[in-house]
């Protein structure tokens, strides 16, 4: 079989670069790495979403004689790589259980005469023997393992199938391999790279700092008033909002229709017809909310995503990164919330107590448990926290997270906190934040005068503070580690004997954050100075909307998703250089010689009727 090369005489990366995607250069490591897998070498790209991995295996495959095969873990992210390598002039084509028979035999005929530039295949399907047999046949010009994070077993996607990858390195002698994911520690890249067999690899590591994701962070109060209040704000946007169960995907997705909003659910438990009917209005480009569980979003190449809402906490800030990662990807000013309370922490820690997983394998989640329970409580820069747990030091706050916005004050609380811890050793360790909170604060609720909780000293101890005050204390507790689910069938609050008594006994200070009764309605009162427009340049209106317009019509005409056409930030580009000709045209990027061919045309014909 032979080995891919560079053809003699072929165009150069950047000339490709430049005709085919209608880029002048590239942008931060993504020549180093072209470079790397073009001379034949391996490497493994980490680079966040949104930062141009594609284009690291896409310019190689083009430059290098024979088929690229990509291996992809999703439909949805293979069916929209090859419908936006379509609209470039590209060949390719992905085969999975969803393409059309007549769709199929055409990607066999161009694979098998060799006209084929680029292979999208799922690793079930790559390692069944007829398709390793097709492509031994062939002439492979690289292998391109993309969401790499799902080969390591310390990933937040494990899909056990992708570590038959590993056979790629003798199944395929001398054909370079990249590998690409926006979400690994230090931990999983190296899996990575011992999973695949790839420890020679070259790792171009991109700064995981994305300075148009405006993260924040709030304790849960009221949760469908907080996420209305959100929502109200962000009228006519497309986001995702993420649920930890499907039965709270189906309440929340009701609630939010009930009160007018363009919600559907998505999770495992739909019909294929259900999923498809609900992944074909999300990617049309439709203003509209989906409620998700993490089954849906991974490969979603949808642009303009505005926010990405969690209900529930993620259990790492791997899983957390790679899920807000999928709002603003085309770089425009984009939102996160995650709303979160001692209870997610607790139920959290219970369940890894109870897993059956290896010690060693534990102790690994625990610590990112931990290092997401840190993230949530961070009285500092949010976003240098989040960076922090990829190995990545930022040199100063980042201007663009809650944080940053509205800076969080600390007091003492040891006092609070041992009031806190008395009531729950006094009631018996066997009650939840509600019952603590009533007896602290002398309420004669019925189960305070069921167990004779009133008659306890801790009752009325804190009746100078108020609900969510208590709440707050609690919650912290739990995060730091003195609180923990208690055992039996009333698992309610319990110690956390080497934690707590050091408390209790004044030898530890307990420093807590200061809840603010609002910090979503405050931090949009104060934005902070880095906070990144949605457009950054002045764009009349009319032009815009009347190409944005078109793109739809063609979208709908040619079953694509528009962003697959132009990206809204192509299209404000020529709303705002008004370019006269195709030659004007070919200055803007994204417009390479393909696109030019086929939509050059229209869009000055568009753009003149608008002006």
């Known amino acids: 079989m032979p080995d891919g090369h560079q053809a003699p005489g072929h165009e150069s990366p950047r000339d490709v670069l430049h005709r085919v995607f209608g880029f002048p250069e590239f942008r931060g490591l993504q020549a180093e790495a072209v470079e790397r897998v073009v001379q034949g070498g391996d490497a493994l790209v980490l680079m966040p979403t949104g930062g141009g991995k594609s284009v690291c295996y896409q310019v190689p495959a083009l430059v290098r004689h024979g088929v690229a095969v990509v291996v992809s873990p999703l439909i949805a992210l293979m069916d929209d790589q090859v419908a936006a390598l379509r609209q470039l002039g590209v060949s390719a084509g992905a085969l999975h259980s969803e393409v059309e028979p007549d769709d199929a035999s055409r990607i066999s005929r161009a694979l098998n005469d060799g006209t ?108 469908m008033g907080q996420l209305t209040a959100f929502l109200k704000r962000r009228t006519g946007q497309a986001g995702i909002i993420y649920c930890g169960s499907r039965a709270k995907v189906e309440r929340v997705a009701q609630s939010l229709k009930t009160a007018g909003e363009p919600a559907i659910p998505f999770h495992a438990g739909l019909s294929p017809m259900e999923k498809r009917v609900a992944l074909t209005r999300f990617r049309s480009g439709e203003a509209m909310v989906m409620v998700a569980t993490i089954a849906f979003g991974m490969g979603i190449d949808r642009p303009d995503v505005r926010y990405v809402v969690h209900l529930d ?39 890894l107590e109870q897993s059956n997983a290896p010690e060693t394998e534990r102790r690994i989640r625990a610590g990112r448990l931990e290092a997401m329970i840190s993230l949530t409580e961070t009285p500092q820069c949010r976003t240098r926290t989040l960076l922090a747990c990829f190995g990545e030091a930022l040199d100063q706050p980042c201007g663009h997270c809650d944080t940053c916005a509205n800076p969080v004050n600390l ?137 944005r317009a078109w793109r739809l019509a063609e979208s709908k005409q040619q079953s694509v998703p528009p962003y697959v056409i132009f990206h809204d930030a192509v299209l404000r580009d020529v709303a705002a250089i008004q370019p006269q000709t195709l030659d004007d045209l070919s200055l803007i990027k994204g417009f390479g010689v393909s696109k030019i061919e086929r939509y050059g045309a229209a869009v000055l014909r568009v753009l003149k009727e608008a002006t």
């Not at 937040?156 to 994911?181: K, N, S």
């Not at 990807?329 to 984009?334: I, W």
């Not at 009031?419 to 002398?442: D, E």
């Not at 912290?476 to 050091?502: F, N």
Request: net charge neutral; charged share 25%; hydrophobic share 40%.
């Open 411 to 547: 007091f003492d609380g040891t006092v609070a906190a041992q009031k806190v811890l008395s009531a729950i050793y006094r009631t018996g360790q066997m009650f939840g934040a509600l019952h603590i909170t009533a007896v602290l604060r002398g309420e004669r609720t019925p189960m305070v005068e069921k167990h004779a909780h009133d008659r306890l000293p801790t009752w009325g101890a804190g009746s100078d503070q108020t609900d969510g005050f208590w709440r707050g204390v609690i919650r912290q507790l739990v995060a730091i580690g003195a609180l923990r689910r208690g055992e039996g069938e009333r698992a309610g609050l319990a110690l956390v004997t080497e934690r707590a008594r050091p408390i209790l006994r004044g030898e530890t200070t307990v420093m807590l954050r200061e809840d603010t009764p609002d910090p979503i309605a405050s931090r949009s009162r104060s934005r902070a100075s880095k906070a990144a427009p949605v457009a950054t340049v002045d764009v009349p209106a009319g032009p815009f909307d009347a190409l």
């Open 116 to 223: 084929l530039d680029l292979l999208y295949v799922s690793p079930e399907r790559l390692m069944m023997s007829g398709t390793l047999e097709r492509l031994w046949r062939q002439e492979v010009s690289l292998i391109a393992v993309d969401e790499a994070h799902c080969v390591s077993a310390w990933g937040h996607e494990f899909r056990p199938e992708y570590r038959m990858l590993r056979r790629l390195r003798q199944d395929f002698p001398g054909v370079p391999r990249i590998a690409l994911t926006a979400t690994a520690d230090a931990r999983t890249r190296d899996d990575i790279l011992e999973a695949l067999d790839m420890t020679d690899a070259a790792v171009f590591a991109a700064s995981f700092h994305r300075d148009n994701l405006h993260i924040a962070a709030q304790p849960k109060t009221t949760e």
């Open 313 to 351: 906490m993620p259990d790492s800030p791997e899983s957390y990164y790679q899920q807000i990662g999928r709002a603003g990807r085309d770089g425009d000013r984009a939102d996160t919330l995650l709303l979160y309370g001692g209870e997610d922490i607790v139920r959290a820690r219970h369940w």
